[in-house]
């Protein structure tokens, strides 16, 4: 997987006086660190192999709400929850 490069930050050549511009630009500037931030933790080694095994996570859960009824529960307590989530998981380990 191929780093993204820094992002630099925006600069301007006149200084602002509006508050409103100055908070347009601070926002912008922000945005790039947020960016950047998110670019030095995608790069880090352990933080890939959460993010795969977070997708295998999400599709599982994806799959019980659209193919197992997983989406509305059928009875109202939260033991009848627990039940239903875990008769979910039951049916998907055994279809694989």
């Known amino acids: 997987m191929r780093s993204l490069q820094k992002e630099a930050l925006p600069g301007w050549r ?3 006086r509006d508050p409103e511009k100055a908070r347009k630009r601070w926002s912008k500037i922000k945005a790039v660190l947020v960016r ?3 670019r030095r933790l995608n790069d880090q080694p352990h933080y ?3 993010r795969t095994r977070r997708v295998v996570i999400e599709r599982l859960f994806a799959e019980g709400k659209a193919q197992h009824g997983l989406s509305r ?3 109202r307590s939260l033991e009848a929850m627990q039940e239903q989530a875990i008769l979910t998981a039951v049916v998907q380990n055994l279809k694989r």
């Open 14 to 16: 006149r200084a602002v």
């Open 48 to 50: 890939r192999a959460k």
């Open 36 to 38: 950047n931030k998110v």
């Open 73 to 75: 529960a059928r009875s």
